[in-house]
């Protein structure tokens, strides 16, 4: 065997994407079980590797659970903010606010779901800033819902806001395939405008 043979085949050889496999592992775990019934030894199982081995790329199980969080609030801001620049029309920019979290939390349904269930077991320092981030993605939702429909105030526009959100998120991460992707999300979206659109 060539040195280049026990380089690329031997033993010490680590996958360069490591981390990433234990966070892809952990997201999965937290939602099939909850975080608290995970342990960083089923992490480690998962991507074959030794609980205290997970402890190379994570300080702790928070750790992970913080960062999987994280990539969440980044990919819906990063969607919302898309939506946000496709049009400056409040109705049109609702409905795209919509479509772009729906794709998102079918593509990511997993991660989706974590973030919305499992960020409770943060410690609160942790989990503050973690709040905010979804305060200021559904009050961009709320700020052009009054502005459709000035009848509302601003307390009644996020109870909808909060309520079309809820109903994406459930609907999206609890896809049982009798539905194709596309209908899926076409129901979904009919159905959280429905709920921006509910008389108060």
Known sequence: MTADQLTSEGPATRPSNRRALILDAAIGLFRERGYPATSVDDIGKAVDVSGPAIYRHFSSKEEILLEAIQLAADEV????????????????????????????????????????????????????????????????????????????????????????????TSLATNDDGSLGRAQLSATITAMALATLDTPL
């Open 77 to 168: 801001h990063a969607a919302n903010g898309a939506a946000r620049n496709s049009t400056s029309d409040p109705r049109a920019l609702l409905a795209a606010y919509i479509g772009a979290y729906v794709a998102c939390a079918l593509n990511r349904s997993a991660l989706i779901a974590v973030w919305m269930s499992e960020a409770r077991h943060l410690s609160s320092e942790r989990r503050s800033p973690m709040s905010r981030r979804l305060r200021s993605w559904s009050n961009e939702w709320v700020e052009a819902l009054t502005a459709t429909r000035p009848e509302l105030s601003t307390e009644q526009a996020r109870v909808l806001v909060g309520g079309a959100i809820g109903l994406i």
